[in-house]
């Protein structure tokens, strides 16, 4: 049973760039967050994905967007990218909100973005 | 969103040793989680405290939430290198994301 997976590992862009991450899903589970983690901090909510809507967010600008597609796979995108947003971007999935473990988070090993 | 204060922030101990790494809020958890971040991976779940006055064991792990369900505590006897790593308090978890405290990054020395 694949747990969450994401791509690409590794990226280096420079400042004004763009950047779309993509994260697949635990099988069974609908609801995709995604945080971010700068290094030697903890992991902060960026936002949640369920229905594919936007269904909360965390203190992030709106140059960061995301989506999800029917099969529950999301990507997150950031524009005009600034040296700050260099971190690791970890996806994580669960069961819908109100689902019996709903707040049971499974994480994927993230996406390590590097700013130039 | 729920403040978790997390302590220490660092240690390191040499392997055999015991520890004890808490988490605490001014405000009721309704419920807790702990997490393990190895360096490049993202974190999992260790276990999640619903109510109060809660122990729960894993192995060498024992977690604690206190009756008051305000603080927690994980404790691991006879540490082992395998140990190392960054572990995670976290709350909430529903549609407004999970709130980790700082982590404590521990380092067992062989």
Request: with cysteine; glycine share 12%.
């Amino acid at each position: 049973d694949a747990g969450v997976t994401q791509s690409p590992t590794h990226l280096i862009k420079t400042r004004g760039q763009q950047v779309t991450l993509r994260c697949s899903p635990k099988s069974g589970h609908d609801t995709v967050s995604w945080y971010q983690q700068a290094l030697g901090q903890e992991p902060q909510f960026i936002f949640q994905y369920y229905e594919e809507e936007e269904r909360q967010r965390g203190n992030f600008p709106d140059r960061f967007s995301g989506h999800q597609f029917p099969n529950y796979s999301s990507e997150l995108n950031v524009n005009a990218l600034l040296l700050g947003d260099s971190a690791l971007y970890l996806c994580a999935s669960s069961l819908r909100i109100g689902a019996a473990g709903a707040n049971v988070l499974t994480f994927g090993a993230g996406s390590r973005l590097t700013v130039l | 969103t729920q403040l978790l204060e997390q302590s220490p922030q660092f240690l390191s101990i040499q392997e055999g040793e015991n520890l004890t790494v808490y988490c605490n809020s001014s405000s009721v958890f309704s419920s807790l989680q702990w997490y393990r971040q190895e360096p490049g991976e993202g974190p999992v779940l260790l276990v999640t405290v619903v109510t109060g006055g809660e122990v729960k064991k894993l192995k060498r792990l024992t977690f604690q939430f206190g009756d008051a369900r305000k603080d927690s505590s994980l404790h691991i006897t006879a540490a082992q290198p395998g140990d190392t790593g960054l572990y995670l308090c976290g709350t909430g978890g529903g549609a407004d994301g999970l709130t980790f405290g700082k982590g404590t990054h521990l380092i067992i020395q062989p």
